[in-house]
């Protein structure tokens, strides 16, 4: 029987087509690749009233929930969150605070927004390579040290060192804050006070927060 000589060309164009349709999708999926978030971590503990946020779109969280790049974590009024980046560091956030997350790598380092609220920083092991920096309104911290905390003290912003150091930058001005001692920042752009230790109960007032 005499083959179809509009089938055949019919069958190279379809080929044709499907070849086309397979080489667009594999360039579509190292695309997407690329656009997805890079997960650093975990909530590992949450109370009350909690959110993240990336691009621009809310997610609800809960224990186990994954943190990327990019987020940013808030809480309500009674909130209580405590993520954890890699195997080695634990921040936790008090009533009211937002923390954005502009880079973070387990073994390097990252780099953190302060965006209001409180905030609780602690790593163990070997310290990030590149280091650690935190940025607000009030100044900029770069963590040497394992263990901080920040936020509203007193009507002032405040920084405490409970281990490790921590170097606070403000008003063109950088002090080494040490164990056991903390800062004051009094307003945006102002200057940090000289490091000085501080009294039992304000120190326990700043751990309240995050009770």
Avoid: C
């Avoid at 060309?9 to 360039?27: C, F, N, Q």
């Avoid at 990336?54 to 990327?68: D, E, N, V």
């Avoid at 009024?77 to 923390?99: C, D, E, P």
């Amino acid at each position: 029987m005499p083959s179809d000589p509009g089938k055949s060309i019919r069958d190279r164009r379809d080929m044709l087509k499907a070849g086309v349709g397979l080489a667009g999708s594999m360039l579509v999926i190292p695309a997407l690749a690329q656009t997805r978030p890079e997960q650093i971590g975990t909530i590992e503990e949450m109370r009350g009233e909690a959110f993240a946020e990336l691009a621009g779109q809310r997610r609800a969280i809960g224990p186990k929930a994954a943190i990327f790049v990019g987020d940013i974590l808030s809480t309500g009024s009674t909130g209580r969150l405590t993520m954890k980046l890699g195997a080695a560091t634990t921040i936790k956030l008090g009533g009211q605070s937002r923390l954005k997350i502009d880079r973070y790598l387990a073994e390097v380092g990252g780099e953190f927004d302060m965006q209001a609220g409180h905030m609780m920083f602690e790593r163990r092991g070997k310290p990030a390579t590149q280091g650690i920096t935190f940025r607000s309104a009030y100044g900029l911290m770069a963590v040497r040290g394992t263990r901080f905390f920040a936020g509203p003290s007193r009507g002032v912003f405040g920084v405490l060192v409970g281990e490790g150091k921590v170097e606070v930058t403000g008003g063109g001005r950088s002090v080494l804050v040490l164990p056991q001692q903390g800062v004051d920042i009094k307003a945006p752009g102002q200057p940090p006070t000289a490091p000085a230790p501080w009294g039992l109960p304000r120190i326990r007032e700043m751990q309240r927060n995050f009770a």
